[in-house]
């Protein structure tokens, strides 16, 4: 297992392997990036699973965070699992700075974590195939399924104090496509249900 400091492409391959045991079926593009700040893993997908779900797989892998208060990177030392999932394991924070990250350390969440560093961001994109005729869908279930205002056209149409037309384009993004129908993403995102 590698111990010490994981270069960016070492945590792309650690992610890559992660996203093909958590979501199998789905194809995603795992990139690196390095420019002047330091480096990045991209990973893109269409359709396939729900971005938050996605995220709490690669997001722990993150050796790098930003404290906007004080517009200020600072690093992140990161558990690896046996599993080949990550965890969050330290940081210095940014209060010694004047920021508001608060230094943190946590146990080692299993006998065989290895502590390592890493100085990448990780980013995650998804793309959404035929997204008219998703957010029309979706837009349909809300006017179905909710009280709306019909007076102005449906473009300024709203649900509470959202426009339909936001709330059905994050209905659409939140859906995986595994999902039958739109009830699970019409419950977190027009209900705010937990799901």
């Given at each position: 297992m590698i111990t010490g400091t994981l270069d960016t492409?070492?945590?792309?391959?650690?992610?890559?392997k992660r996203l093909g045991?958590?979501?199998?079926?789905a194809?995603?593009?795992?990139?690196?990036?390095?420019f002047a700040g330091g480096s990045e893993v991209?990973?893109?997908?269409?359709?396939?699973?729900?971005?938050?779900?996605?995220?709490?797989?690669?997001?722990?892998?993150?050796?790098?965070?930003f404290d906007g208060s004080i517009d200020l990177a600072y690093s992140n030392e990161i558990w690896l699992l046996p599993d080949g999932s990550a965890q969050f394991a330290a940081t210095r924070g940014t209060e010694g700075s004047g920021g508001t990250v608060r230094e943190q350390?946590?146990?080692?969440?299993?006998?065989?974590?290895?502590?390592?560093?890493t100085s990448c961001w990780v980013n995650c994109s998804r793309d959404i195939s035929e997204m008219d005729r998703k957010e029309g869908e979706a837009t349909a279930y809300i006017v179905e399924h909710c009280n709306i205002d019909s007076?102005?056209?449906?473009?300024?149409?709203?649900?509470?104090n959202q426009y339909v037309s936001?709330?059905?384009?994050?209905?659409?993004?939140?859906?995986?496509?595994?999902d039958a129908d739109w009830v699970p993403a019409f419950r977190r995102i027009v209900r705010r249900e937990e799901v």
């Open positions: 492409a070492d945590v792309a391959k650690l992610i890559r045991v958590r979501f199998p079926l194809r995603f593009n795992v990139h690196t990036k390095r991209s990973i893109r997908w269409t359709d396939g699973p729900r971005g938050k779900d996605v995220e709490a797989e690669v997001k722990p892998f993150e050796g790098k965070g350390v946590t146990d080692a969440p299993h006998p065989n974590a290895v502590l390592v560093k007076a102005p056209p449906m473009n300024y149409a709203k649900f509470g936001n709330l059905a384009r994050n209905m659409v993004y939140d859906r995986a496509s595994t």
